[in-house]
């Protein structure tokens, strides 16, 4: 069956997740401890982040959750701020975050709109950050469709916001495909009967993403060559 669209993940599969998100976020908690070294710990505990490697772990709630998730597991542990402060700081600064492409996007976008693929990105992140960061690569115009968690369709591993965009573009599930980093992304994609592909510039490991995954693939560079085989 032809892929006529691809719905890309963005933290982990357009942009390298840990070279982007790593200092980001031992930068996030220093911000939200306001110098209280108890609480740099305690937030560290609660988003599985390891302080003396600065690394995320493996199984950190950063990697998949939306910042309304990440803001409810941390609420607790800053209570001068409210959740919707929390979630808001989390979306403006991420927005500005450094970001270190999984591949060369340009080069990829061209080559597969030359094809006639429809791309979009859907996210966990907010819209704002995602259009934001889409932007500031350059690529933002390459794709049809971008959703974060807050744009009304729902989030992953739920299949709704991946339905969405095969509506939006007027393909069917069967002929699009999901590519992630993470078993949220394939778990997604294969509900919503779509293919899927992962790869490997998030934080989860080929034996993870393989059982999901049509195929798993070093980084969305290797998609051009994949559609064509």
Known sequence: MPVDALLFDKDGTLFDFAATWNGWTGGMIRHLSNGDEARVQALADRLS????????????????????VIAAAIAEVVPD??????????AESAAVAPLVPAADLKQMIASLTDRGVVLGVMTNDAELSARAHLESAGVLDGFAFVAGFDSGYGAKPDPDPLLAFCNAVGVEPSRAAMVGDSEHDLVAGRAAGMRTLGVLTGMARAEELQPLADAVLPNVGHIPAWLAS
Do not use: F, Q
């Open 49 to 68: 982040y390891d302080l003396e490697a600065g690394e995320i772990r493996p199984d950190s709630i950063v990697i998949a959750a939306s910042n309304e």
């Open 81 to 90: 701020w409210s959740h919707g402060d929390i979630e808001r700081h989390l």
